[in-house]
């Protein structure tokens, strides 16, 4: 191991990740129809497994380009954004 003095500031900063908690399940599995894991608790039953950090999409056009200050300006281009909220 380095020496502290030899070693990368970085590596300075590091300490002991805290122990986990331990699985509120035994085993999960991949449904094949719906393609979703499907918890399995210690009763051997499918639990629900909580909310995740799904996005709600939202999509909007927008308008760029000339806004008519000129003579025969051309039509302004229909952009669709997209922007994504969380749960």
Same mark, same amino acid.
Not at 1 to 17: K, Q
Not at 43 to 54: D, F, V
């Given at each position: 191991?380095?020496? &502290?003095?030899?070693? /990368? ?8 990740? %805290? *122990? *986990?908690? %331990? *699985?509120? =399940?035994?085993?999960?599995?991949? &449904? ?5 894991? !499907? =918890? !399995?608790? /210690? ?5 629900? *497994? ?5 996005? #709600?999409?939202?999509? #909007? ?13 051309? %039509? %302004? &281009?229909? !952009?669709?954004?997209? &922007?994504?909220?969380?749960?």
């Amino acid at each position: 191991m380095l020496e &502290d003095r030899n070693r /990368p500031w970085g590596l300075t900063r590091l300490s002991p990740l %805290p *122990a *986990a908690s %331990p *699985a509120f =399940y035994e085993s999960v599995h991949l &449904d094949p129809r719906s393609q979703r894991a !499907v =918890y !399995v608790g /210690p009763g051997g039953q499918p639990i629900e *497994a909580g909310k995740h950090g799904t996005n #709600k999409e939202t999509k #909007k056009k927008e308008k760029t380009g000339s806004r008519g200050d000129g003579k025969d300006p051309a %039509p %302004p &281009d229909e !952009v669709e954004v997209t &922007d994504y909220d969380n749960d």
